[in-house]
Structure formats: C-alpha cells, structure tokens
C-alpha cells in the first residue's frame, strides 16, 4: 500500500525523523493559511499524488508571499499531473504540501527496502540525490552505496559509518545523520514497509540533516497489524476495479493489453501472462481468484474483466487443487448467465474433478472454446483477439 508524501512525514515526525515544518492543505484558502503559519518564506508547494517526478511535472513550486502561495497551489490544485510515474494518462491532484524553505547545500539519496535475494534489509544512498536519482543508477551505478543489515542482528553502528562515509557527510553532520538513520530503520521495520525512501536528503548550510520528501510503502499482508495505517489509504489514488477486486478478496492488477485473464495463483497467472504475449497477444489483467474461491468470487471477477473495456476475449486457466475444477465450472456458468459475457472465453482446466468440469460447461449451452492445454489455450485466444 503506498500513502501521500504529507501522511510518510506524519509517519516520520512519530519516530522523530527530522523533517521540515509543514501542512497539508486540499483549497487554496487552506495552501495560503498553511503557508501563513509557517512564520516565513519562502515556502514550498508540493502536488500530493501517489507517485514520484513530480518537481518535473510542475508539481512543486517555491513562493515567496502569501499572493504566490494563492497562485501556485491554484495552478497544482485540479491540475492532471503527469510524471514517468503516471503514464500519459496522469493523475488529478487533490491536495498539496506546503512547506517552509530551506538553506539547501547538497541533495542525497536514501532508501531502505527488503532484498529477498540475500535475505537481509538494503540501504541505498547515493550523494547524487535529487531528480535525477534514474539517471544516476543507469549511468554510474557506482555512486550508489549499498549496505545490507541481517535481520537477525539489526542495524549497527558500523553500517551508519558506512552509509555516512558513502555520502561524503562532513563530521558536523555525522551524528544528526546516525540518529536519522537508525530512526528510520525502526519505522521500516516496525511498520512492516516494503520501502522507504527519501529522495532528496538534504544537508543545510547549517549541518542538519533532514528528509526533505518521504515515500514509504507498506507490505499489504502485514496491514492486520498495523490498523492506524489503513487510515492512510487513499482510494482515490487506486484504480477502481483494484479497488473493488479487493472488497470481494480478489488479486487484481489492470494492466494495457486485451486479453482478459483468470486464474488460480500468483505463479501461474505470471505464467499464462508470459505465454500470452509470447503467443502474440497482450494480458489486460493479473486476477488471481484463490485456491479456495467460490462460485460468487468468480462471478466477481468475471464481472471486473468485463468492466474493463479493452477486454476483447478472456482466458481461463485452472488448475484444480483446493479450487475443484467442477466449482470453477459452476462459477462461470453463473458468471455468463448473471453479468452476459459478450466476448470469446477460452477455458482450459486441469486437476480435481476436471470431467465433471467440462461436462458442467458443455452443458450450459455457452459459447465456450475449451483448450488441451495452456499453450494451445494462449494460442486460441491470441487469435481470437487478433
């Protein structure tokens, strides 16, 4: 799950992650105001999407005045923000941040996330933060430093040399920066985060050290301990078939393509989506229906490919375990019945009750084409799509 850049510094401020002073504000009443409290400019307005460039877009603006505060958060405020985060079709911004200024000296970088590959936490840091941190790690990966941390130990004060030697951090700096960073390991851990990440981390003129943006993102199956975070979500900022694949405890992500998918389980839905473009075509959709769905959880996720309009046929692919292939069957029939399916269906079926299955759907009278197996299934539907 991610949040707004305004609720990762609320998040930061709990676990006394130095920040600048500031306020979020949803009119341009509330930016002005905002900005008024602060005690001085100038201040910086900042567009609140779930998604990074957004300097870039034209998503942050300095003012210097109350009048300039009006007019920038005006002109961010409605505004369809688009990023390389966004796509084309960029996001509507809702709300600003508006933040006081500061005596700026250098722009670094920070990250902390889960590598599954080692088994342990990595910290990323580069002194070449800011905008162009993409540019930086295709170009001169060398100037990133990683550092990893055993879950099993912890972070120790060794890896905050490391990471703070990496960044050239003059002495003054070093202890605010320990401080920083071993508050900021506390919350990626205790929060459950998938990442974390400051970009810039800014040095002042004076020292200090603090997180001038935030982003953190948070692992999805550990939100049942954290309920204050769920607060955070902003449904706005989600699709709105994600959104409602989720209120009926399906795994939906829409994607671009045409050809609709379902099927049971994470690693075999990447794997029909695989052998769909291979065989030419495109996937409009991750869904992952479960081992345990029911006929209802079917008909719902029937009902969400279909909504999606670039769908011009769907395929089927189960393998049946926990989820029998005659429940699955069942499911579709009253799928196509209740929600008139109006595009060609490919189904291929194997495992539990897989005769039983066929012959519930050669039954139904539907217009069904059934497949040997997934090769020739993503064959078939690829065709029909072209």
Known sequence: MKIHEYQAKELFGRFDVPIPTGRAAFSVEEAATAAEDLGGYPVVVKAQIHAGGRGKGGGVKLARSREEVATVAGEILGMTLVTHQTGPEGRLVKKVLVEQGLDIAKELYLSLLPDR?????LIMASEAGGMDIETVAAETPEKIVKVWVDPLIGLQSFHVREVGFGLNLPAAAMKPFTKLLTNLFRLFVELDCSLVEINPLVLTADDRVLALDAKVNFDDNALYRHKDILDFRDLDEEDPLEVEASAHHLNYIKLDGNVGNMVNGAGLAMATM?????AGASPANFLDVGGGASAEMVENGFRI???????????????????????????VVEAARKTCINVPVVVRMEGTNVEEGRHILAESGLDLTSAVDLKDAATKVAAIVK
Not at 117 to 121: C, D, E, L, N, R
Not at 274 to 278: C, E, G, L
Request: aromatic share 6%.
């Open 274 to 278: 695989d052998i769909i473009k291979r």
């Open 117 to 121: 590959g080692s088994a342990k936490y």
């Open 305 to 331: 490919i279909l909504s999606d309009p670039n769908v011009s046929g769907i395929l089927i692919n189960i393998f049946g375990g926990i989820l029998r292939c005659d429940v699955l069957a069942q499911g």
